[in-house]
């Protein structure tokens, strides 16, 4: 299903009803993230580190986007702290350290997947769908409509 939105563009529906905390301290990534998910009717939230993440995080939230390097408080540490804490949503990794290592840490640490960067908009939507329990947009046929 598509609507128009306040710029006249089309959004899909895809994401309907989904909303997601954003932590990404990098102003250009959290743009294109915002743009992909408003895009797929998704509402987004955003925080630039992780003690704000600490903060903005509640229980309307569906899922997170975690960058990993962050200043003040880094998403490892984020993340072992709202894991300490009980929550149990999804946490997705956003990295563009694709060492060994990182990886370790970001699984070891509590997250549910990783992404790296830059983003792409069909595996950002895969992994929000498969955390999100909403359905595959490929078998709704909107595979091709996926960029604002």
Request: proline content about 5%; hydrophobic content about 40%.
């Amino acid at each position: 299903m598509m609507d128009a939105n306040s710029s006249g563009r089309s959004t899909l529906r895809i994401l309907d009803g989904v909303r997601i905390l954003v932590v990404e301290d990098n102003l250009f990534n959290t743009l294109a993230i915002n743009a992909y998910l408003r895009h797929w009717g998704c509402d987004m939230d955003h925080a630039s580190n992780g003690i704000e993440a600490l903060q903005r995080l509640n229980p309307s939230h569906h899922l997170v986007l975690m960058d990993i390097h962050m200043p003040e408080m880094d998403g490892l540490e984020a993340t072992h702290l709202l894991r300490l804490r009980g929550e149990t949503l999804p946490i997705i990794a956003l990295t563009a350290d694709y060492t060994l290592d990182e990886q370790q840490d970001i699984y070891g640490g509590g997250f549910s997947a990783i992404l790296y960067k830059p983003i792409k908009p069909r595996e950002l939507l895969d992994q929000i769908q498969q955390f999100t329990g909403q359905p595959s947009s490929m078998a709704d046929g909107v595979a091709d409509e996926l960029l604002p």
